[in-house]
Protein backbone atom coordinates (compact mmCIF):
# COMPACT_ATOMS: atom_id res chain seq x y z
CA UNK A 1 0.00 0.00 0.00
CA UNK A 2 1.64 3.34 -0.98
CA UNK A 3 0.19 7.24 -0.48
CA UNK A 4 1.08 10.23 -2.64
CA UNK A 5 0.29 13.53 -1.53
CA UNK A 6 0.88 16.82 -1.20
CA UNK A 7 2.04 18.93 1.40
CA UNK A 8 1.83 22.45 2.22
CA UNK A 9 4.70 23.93 4.35
CA UNK A 10 4.87 27.79 3.70
CA UNK A 11 2.51 30.33 1.96
CA UNK A 12 5.01 29.98 -1.03
CA UNK A 13 6.35 26.58 -0.65
CA UNK A 14 4.92 22.74 -1.34
CA UNK A 15 6.41 19.42 -1.48
CA UNK A 16 5.66 16.21 -3.00
CA UNK A 17 5.22 13.03 -0.89
CA UNK A 18 4.50 9.92 -1.86
CA UNK A 19 4.91 6.81 0.81
CA UNK A 20 4.68 2.94 1.27
CA UNK A 21 5.92 -0.14 2.58
CA UNK A 22 9.17 -1.80 1.68
CA UNK A 23 12.05 -3.77 3.60
CA UNK A 24 10.63 -4.31 6.49
CA UNK A 25 9.66 -0.73 7.60
CA UNK A 26 8.00 2.67 6.18
CA UNK A 27 9.52 4.48 2.96
CA UNK A 28 8.91 8.13 2.39
CA UNK A 29 10.15 10.15 -0.25
CA UNK A 30 9.62 13.99 -0.44
CA UNK A 31 10.73 16.33 -2.86
CA UNK A 32 10.69 20.46 -3.91
CA UNK A 33 9.58 19.73 -7.76
CA UNK A 34 5.91 17.93 -8.14
CA UNK A 35 7.02 17.20 -11.50
CA UNK A 36 10.01 15.01 -10.19
CA UNK A 37 8.16 12.57 -7.64
CA UNK A 38 7.54 9.39 -9.85
CA UNK A 39 11.09 9.62 -11.05
CA UNK A 40 12.17 9.91 -7.27
CA UNK A 41 10.26 7.40 -6.29
CA UNK A 42 11.39 5.18 -8.67
CA UNK A 43 14.75 5.52 -7.70
CA UNK A 44 13.95 5.08 -4.79
CA UNK A 45 12.48 1.56 -4.84
CA UNK A 46 15.15 0.23 -7.46
CA UNK A 47 17.77 1.31 -4.65
CA UNK A 48 15.33 -0.43 -1.83
CA UNK A 49 15.64 -3.42 -4.30
CA UNK A 50 19.30 -3.87 -4.76
CA UNK A 51 19.36 -3.16 -0.60
CA UNK A 52 17.65 -6.42 0.25
CA UNK A 53 18.88 -8.46 -2.00
CA UNK A 54 22.36 -7.34 -0.91
CA UNK A 55 21.65 -7.10 3.15
CA UNK A 56 18.46 -9.18 3.98
CA UNK A 57 18.89 -11.83 6.56
CA UNK A 58 15.93 -12.67 5.58
CA UNK A 59 16.12 -13.98 2.49
CA UNK A 60 18.22 -17.27 2.28
CA UNK A 61 18.97 -15.94 -1.45
CA UNK A 62 20.54 -12.87 -0.33
CA UNK A 63 24.38 -12.08 -0.57
CA UNK A 64 24.76 -11.42 3.44
CA UNK A 65 23.94 -15.12 3.50
CA UNK A 66 25.23 -16.55 0.96
CA UNK A 67 27.96 -15.70 3.06
CA UNK A 68 27.70 -18.15 5.36
CA UNK A 69 28.89 -20.71 2.37
CA UNK A 70 32.40 -18.93 2.39
CA UNK A 71 32.84 -18.23 5.62
CA UNK A 72 36.79 -17.56 6.76
CA UNK A 73 37.71 -17.35 3.01
CA UNK A 74 38.22 -13.63 1.29
CA UNK A 75 35.22 -13.42 -0.76
CA UNK A 76 34.07 -10.58 -3.58
CA UNK A 77 30.96 -9.04 -2.52
CA UNK A 78 28.38 -6.30 -4.60
CA UNK A 79 29.72 -2.37 -3.71
CA UNK A 80 26.24 -1.86 -2.28
CA UNK A 81 26.99 -4.77 0.41
CA UNK A 82 30.48 -3.49 0.87
CA UNK A 83 29.33 -0.40 1.56
CA UNK A 84 26.74 -1.38 3.90
CA UNK A 85 29.49 -3.84 5.88
CA UNK A 86 31.45 -0.61 5.73
CA UNK A 87 28.70 1.73 7.15
CA UNK A 88 28.17 -0.91 9.99
CA UNK A 89 32.05 -0.87 10.74
CA UNK A 90 31.83 2.36 11.15
CA UNK A 91 29.56 2.01 13.57
CA UNK A 92 31.95 -0.08 15.89
CA UNK A 93 34.82 2.15 15.59
CA UNK A 94 33.02 5.24 16.52
CA UNK A 95 31.05 3.42 19.48
CA UNK A 96 34.05 1.31 20.84
CA UNK A 97 32.12 -1.05 19.73
CA UNK A 98 28.44 -0.51 21.13
CA UNK A 99 26.89 -0.62 18.03
CA UNK A 100 27.90 -3.99 17.14
CA UNK A 101 27.69 -5.45 13.21
CA UNK A 102 27.92 -9.26 14.80
CA UNK A 103 24.65 -9.77 16.78
CA UNK A 104 23.23 -11.98 13.58
CA UNK A 105 23.24 -14.83 16.06
CA UNK A 106 22.08 -13.37 19.26
CA UNK A 107 18.71 -11.84 17.80
CA UNK A 108 18.11 -14.97 15.76
CA UNK A 109 18.29 -16.70 19.23
CA UNK A 110 16.01 -13.91 20.79
CA UNK A 111 13.51 -14.50 17.93
CA UNK A 112 14.12 -11.67 15.96
CA UNK A 113 14.58 -14.07 13.10
CA UNK A 114 12.33 -13.48 10.27
CA UNK A 115 10.86 -10.75 9.03
CA UNK A 116 9.64 -8.45 11.48
CA UNK A 117 5.76 -8.14 10.67
CA UNK A 118 6.00 -12.36 10.52
CA UNK A 119 7.39 -12.76 14.78
CA UNK A 120 4.95 -13.59 16.72
CA UNK A 121 3.95 -11.03 19.24
CA UNK A 122 3.94 -13.78 22.00
CA UNK A 123 6.00 -16.51 22.51
CA UNK A 124 7.08 -19.52 24.67
CA UNK A 125 10.00 -18.99 27.08
CA UNK A 126 13.73 -18.79 26.02
CA UNK A 127 16.52 -20.21 27.78
CA UNK A 128 19.07 -17.85 26.48
CA UNK A 129 22.69 -18.90 27.72
CA UNK A 130 24.62 -17.05 25.04
CA UNK A 131 26.77 -13.96 26.41
CA UNK A 132 27.71 -12.46 23.18
CA UNK A 133 31.62 -11.75 22.25
CA UNK A 134 31.98 -9.11 20.14
CA UNK A 135 34.55 -9.99 17.47
CA UNK A 136 33.74 -7.09 14.77
CA UNK A 137 37.56 -5.76 14.74
CA UNK A 138 38.10 -9.68 12.90
CA UNK A 139 36.01 -8.65 10.01
CA UNK A 140 38.70 -7.98 6.87
CA UNK A 141 36.38 -5.77 4.60
CA UNK A 142 38.42 -4.11 1.42
CA UNK A 143 35.91 -1.25 0.94
CA UNK A 144 37.43 -0.71 -2.54
CA UNK A 145 37.68 -3.65 -4.00
CA UNK A 146 34.59 -5.12 -2.86
CA UNK A 147 36.90 -7.88 -0.85
CA UNK A 148 35.54 -9.35 2.54
CA UNK A 149 36.43 -12.37 5.32
CA UNK A 150 33.64 -12.99 7.56
CA UNK A 151 35.12 -15.74 10.68
CA UNK A 152 33.81 -18.68 10.95
CA UNK A 153 30.78 -18.87 13.00
CA UNK A 154 30.14 -15.25 12.79
CA UNK A 155 26.42 -14.01 11.51
CA UNK A 156 26.25 -10.38 11.01
CA UNK A 157 23.34 -8.01 11.41
CA UNK A 158 23.84 -4.63 9.43
CA UNK A 159 19.63 -3.52 10.64
CA UNK A 160 20.93 -1.16 12.55
CA UNK A 161 22.72 0.95 10.01
CA UNK A 162 22.03 -0.52 6.46
CA UNK A 163 18.53 1.95 6.33
CA UNK A 164 20.21 4.86 7.40
CA UNK A 165 23.37 4.64 5.21
CA UNK A 166 21.08 3.91 2.24
CA UNK A 167 19.02 6.91 2.80
CA UNK A 168 22.28 8.41 3.22
CA UNK A 169 23.30 7.47 -0.31
CA UNK A 170 19.68 7.45 -2.10
CA UNK A 171 19.12 11.25 -1.07
CA UNK A 172 22.47 12.17 -2.74
CA UNK A 173 21.66 10.04 -5.87
CA UNK A 174 18.32 11.30 -6.20
CA UNK A 175 18.82 14.97 -5.40
CA UNK A 176 22.12 14.98 -7.92
CA UNK A 177 19.95 13.13 -10.85
CA UNK A 178 16.29 15.32 -10.75
CA UNK A 179 17.99 18.37 -9.58
CA UNK A 180 15.82 19.22 -6.80
CA UNK A 181 15.73 18.77 -2.99
CA UNK A 182 14.16 15.40 -1.23
CA UNK A 183 13.86 13.72 2.18
CA UNK A 184 14.59 10.45 2.38
CA UNK A 185 12.82 8.45 5.42
CA UNK A 186 13.69 4.73 6.28
CA UNK A 187 11.86 4.01 9.45
CA UNK A 188 13.51 6.11 12.11
CA UNK A 189 16.43 7.15 9.62
CA UNK A 190 15.91 10.05 7.74
CA UNK A 191 18.32 12.13 5.49
CA UNK A 192 17.96 15.25 3.02
CA UNK A 193 20.07 16.23 0.00
CA UNK A 194 19.89 19.34 -2.63
CA UNK A 195 18.31 22.82 -1.81
CA UNK A 196 16.19 22.74 1.44
CA UNK A 197 12.59 24.28 0.95
CA UNK A 198 12.17 27.29 2.76
CA UNK A 199 12.07 26.81 6.47
CA UNK A 200 13.78 23.25 6.58
CA UNK A 201 12.31 20.06 5.98
CA UNK A 202 9.67 19.64 8.68
CA UNK A 203 9.60 15.94 10.92
CA UNK A 204 7.67 15.11 13.11
CA UNK A 205 10.25 13.60 16.11
CA UNK A 206 8.68 10.79 18.19
CA UNK A 207 9.09 6.86 19.37
CA UNK A 208 9.72 6.95 15.08
CA UNK A 209 10.02 10.03 13.90
CA UNK A 210 7.94 10.52 10.65
CA UNK A 211 5.14 12.98 8.84
CA UNK A 212 4.36 15.71 10.81
CA UNK A 213 1.37 15.97 9.27
CA UNK A 214 -0.10 12.48 11.09
CA UNK A 215 -0.94 11.75 14.28
CA UNK A 216 1.55 11.48 17.42
CA UNK A 217 1.15 9.12 20.10
CA UNK A 218 3.44 9.77 22.94
CA UNK A 219 5.92 12.40 23.47
CA UNK A 220 6.63 14.24 19.96
CA UNK A 221 7.69 17.77 18.50
CA UNK A 222 7.79 19.28 15.12
CA UNK A 223 11.28 20.16 14.05
CA UNK A 224 13.18 21.23 11.10
CA UNK A 225 16.65 20.68 9.42
CA UNK A 226 17.95 21.83 6.39
CA UNK A 227 20.90 19.28 5.06
CA UNK A 228 22.37 15.97 6.80
CA UNK A 229 20.52 13.81 8.58
CA UNK A 230 18.19 12.85 11.35
CA UNK A 231 17.64 9.48 13.32
CA UNK A 232 15.55 7.98 16.57
CA UNK A 233 16.53 4.47 18.31
CA UNK A 234 13.50 3.25 20.35
CA UNK A 235 12.67 -0.03 22.52
CA UNK A 236 9.21 0.66 21.67
CA UNK A 237 9.39 0.35 18.25
CA UNK A 238 9.63 -2.98 17.45
CA UNK A 239 8.81 -5.26 20.75
CA UNK A 240 7.86 -9.01 20.86
CA UNK A 241 7.20 -11.22 24.22
CA UNK A 242 8.83 -14.42 25.12
CA UNK A 243 7.50 -16.37 28.37
CA UNK A 244 6.67 -13.02 29.65
CA UNK A 245 9.82 -10.98 29.22
CA UNK A 246 9.67 -7.87 26.56
CA UNK A 247 12.67 -8.42 23.60
CA UNK A 248 13.45 -5.04 21.61
CA UNK A 249 15.65 -5.21 18.89
CA UNK A 250 18.50 -2.70 20.57
CA UNK A 251 20.67 -4.96 22.25
CA UNK A 252 23.34 -4.55 24.64
CA UNK A 253 26.91 -6.64 22.90
CA UNK A 254 27.80 -7.10 26.73
CA UNK A 255 25.34 -9.07 27.01
CA UNK A 256 23.59 -10.35 23.57
CA UNK A 257 20.25 -9.65 25.30
CA UNK A 258 18.00 -6.00 24.54
CA UNK A 259 19.60 -2.90 26.42
CA UNK A 260 18.25 -2.23 29.57
CA UNK A 261 18.23 1.83 29.28
CA UNK A 262 16.47 4.55 31.16
CA UNK A 263 15.93 5.95 27.87
CA UNK A 264 13.10 4.49 25.38
CA UNK A 265 13.87 6.80 22.71
CA UNK A 266 16.84 8.62 21.66
CA UNK A 267 16.84 11.39 18.06
CA UNK A 268 19.77 12.98 16.89
CA UNK A 269 20.86 15.06 14.06
CA UNK A 270 24.26 14.78 12.91
CA UNK A 271 26.01 15.82 9.30
CA UNK A 272 24.37 12.47 7.62
CA UNK A 273 21.54 9.72 8.37
CA UNK A 274 24.34 6.93 9.22
CA UNK A 275 26.24 9.34 11.51
CA UNK A 276 22.97 10.09 13.50
CA UNK A 277 21.95 6.34 13.42
CA UNK A 278 25.18 5.59 15.05
CA UNK A 279 24.97 8.24 18.12
CA UNK A 280 21.32 7.75 18.99
CA UNK A 281 21.77 3.86 18.55
CA UNK A 282 24.90 3.99 21.37
CA UNK A 283 23.26 6.30 23.37
CA UNK A 284 20.42 4.06 24.23
CA UNK A 285 22.79 1.53 24.64
CA UNK A 286 24.83 3.70 27.04
CA UNK A 287 22.08 4.60 29.26
CA UNK A 288 23.05 7.50 31.52
CA UNK A 289 26.20 8.36 30.16
CA UNK A 290 24.74 9.16 26.76
CA UNK A 291 23.83 12.40 27.83
CA UNK A 292 27.01 13.42 28.36
CA UNK A 293 28.56 11.66 25.52
CA UNK A 294 26.43 13.40 22.69
CA UNK A 295 26.86 16.50 24.60
CA UNK A 296 30.51 16.08 24.35
CA UNK A 297 30.71 15.26 20.35
CA UNK A 298 27.98 18.31 19.80
CA UNK A 299 25.31 16.15 18.58
CA UNK A 300 21.75 17.75 19.09
CA UNK A 301 19.86 15.11 20.62
CA UNK A 302 16.34 14.35 22.37
CA UNK A 303 16.30 11.78 24.63
CA UNK A 304 13.21 10.48 26.19
CA UNK A 305 13.14 8.46 29.93
CA UNK A 306 10.91 5.25 29.94
CA UNK A 307 7.80 7.48 31.75
CA UNK A 308 8.20 10.06 29.23
CA UNK A 309 10.27 12.52 30.47
CA UNK A 310 12.28 14.70 27.82
CA UNK A 311 15.81 16.38 27.88
CA UNK A 312 17.03 18.53 24.67
CA UNK A 313 20.73 18.95 24.53
CA UNK A 314 23.70 20.33 22.28
CA UNK A 315 21.45 22.56 20.61
CA UNK A 316 18.57 20.28 19.76
CA UNK A 317 16.26 22.72 17.03
CA UNK A 318 13.80 24.37 18.33
CA UNK A 319 9.83 23.05 17.84
CA UNK A 320 8.02 24.63 14.81
CA UNK A 321 4.72 24.63 13.61
CA UNK A 322 3.36 22.14 10.73
Known amino acids: MSTTSTLRRTKSARLHASAWGAIGTTVRIVVTDAAQLDSARAMLTDDLAILDAACSRFRPDSELMQLRANAGQP ?101 EALSCGVL ?3 GGDIAVAGEAPRGGWSIRVQDVTGDPHTPSAGPSGIIAITKGGLATSSTTARRWQRGGDIMHHILDPRTGRPADSIWRTVSVAAGSALDANIASTAAIIRGHRAAGWLAKLGLPARLVTVDGSVTTIAGWPAEVSS
Open 184 to 186: VSL
Open 75 to 175: TTISPVLAGAIGAALRGARLTDGDVDPTLGRAIETLGYDRDFAMVPANGGALRVTIRHIPRWHQIELDEAACLLTVPVGMRLDLGATAKAWAADRSAERIA
